[in-house]
């Protein structure tokens, strides 16, 4: 599709101005001052707020389709059932009922060092990490690259999971691998550039029997940004685990599939003995900072509590 505004909103963002979909994430960096230039409100855009299927089962859904209506779409529920979950789980149903898809995957770090206007880290025009050297229990376990603050995008993780591909108006298709780089330039929460404005997530078509979990692990209910969160998808079929999709959130600073674990699980019969040595698997290549070696410990119970919520107990 093409928007007839994009070339507009192009030249807008290049002089330092911001796309605006829900607004909740952009008007609290405007209330800290870490975004004053214009804002294009985006929210007009057409076509953008349905979510479509094809042929084949699958879904296209568009970029300023809400957070909540993901949630709660039962055909959602039934083809993406750990998508459904993720976006259920995540913030508070106000936030899910402003929020969209695009901005959910596009937000940017929680990292309090960026969010403090008297702090020049990397990703606000610095050359630093203050969070690497300071305070930084919540930061990352697997250290990718010179910013140490996890990616905050449940429902990246949460596509991740489900190969899913997005449309960028003017570039293409491109995989969530690809929306968020490999987390080695500390400047991006993402690739887009100024002004890019994603239009569509693409989902595979579904796959019958499949069974999803998500959990966080989280000191309170809700309103809050888990310091692990995990999205196991199986397939099992007599006695055997035949598909598995493992994404996880919170401990990189991008979204992070875990794909030793998965391949430790196939054709495994899908008992607690099983899912307890594949669990311990998502500490392999870990690398945290002083203040997170704790944290692996959470990323591996995280990884077993959501693979067991599957497996029979046995
Ligand atoms: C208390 C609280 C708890 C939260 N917990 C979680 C959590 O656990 N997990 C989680 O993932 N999130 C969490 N959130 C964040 C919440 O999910 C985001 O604020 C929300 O998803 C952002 O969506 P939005 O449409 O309001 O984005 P906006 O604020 O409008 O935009 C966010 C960013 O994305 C860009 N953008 C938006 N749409 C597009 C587009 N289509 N194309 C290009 N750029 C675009 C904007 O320019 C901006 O930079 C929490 C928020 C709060 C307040």
Redesign the pocket.
């Given at each position: 599709m093409s928007l007839i505004i994009a070339q507009n909103i192009k030249e807008t963002a290049n002089t330092n101005g911001?796309?605006?979909?829900?607004?909740?994430?952009?008007?609290?960096?405007r209330r800290s001052r870490i975004?004053a230039g214009p804002i294009?409100d985006?929210r007009r855009l057409q076509g953008?707020d349905q979510i479509e299927w094809q042929a084949d089962g699958s879904a296209v859904i568009g970029?300023?389709v809400?957070?909540d209506a993901v949630a709660n779409d039962p055909k959602i529920q039934a083809a993406y059932p750990g998508l459904a979950k993720a976006a259920g789980?995540?913030?508070?149903p106000q936030?899910?009922l402003?929020?969209?898809?695009?901005?959910?995957?596009?937000?940017?770090t929680?990292c309090p060092f960026y969010r403090h206007p008297a702090y020049n880290c990397h990703k606000n025009g610095g050359d630093e990490c203050f969070a690497r050297d300071g305070h930084n229990p919540n930061g990352v376990v697997f250290d990718l690259g010179p910013c140490v603050y996890p990616h905050?995008?449940?429902?990246?993780m949460a596509l991740l999971a489900y190969e899913a591909e997005v449309d960028?108006?003017g570039v293409g298709r491109r995989s969530i691998d690809e929306l968020y780089g490999d987390g080695s330039d500390p400047t991006r929460?993402h690739t887009?550039e100024p002004g890019?404005?994603?239009?569509h997530i693409h989902l595979l078509p579904p796959i019958p029997q499949e069974k999803a979990a998500y959990f966080?692990s989280?000191s309170r209910a809700?309103?809050?940004?888990?310091i692990v969160?995990c999205l196991v998808r199986l397939v099992i079929s007599d006695d055997q685990i035949t598909f598995a999709r493992i994404g996880v959130?919170g401990v990189a600073n991008i979204p992070l599939r875990l794909e030793n674990v998965e391949q430790a699980l196939m054709s495994q019969s899908p008992g607690r003995e099983t899912v307890e040595k594949a669990a311990q698997l998502a500490a392999a290549g870990t690398n945290p900072l002083p203040q997170t070696v704790d944290k692996v410990r959470f990323l591996v119970n995280t990884v077993w509590h959501t693979l067991e919520v599957l497996s029979p107990k046995s």
């Open positions: 911001e796309l605006r979909a829900g607004g909740t994430d952009l008007q609290e960096r975004s294009i985006i953008l970029a300023m809400t957070i789980g995540l913030a508070t936030i899910r402003m929020g969209t898809m695009g901005g959910a995957l596009l937000q940017h929680r905050p995008a449940t429902l990246g960028i108006d929460d887009l890019q404005i994603l239009t966080r989280i809700e309103a809050e940004w888990p969160e959130g």
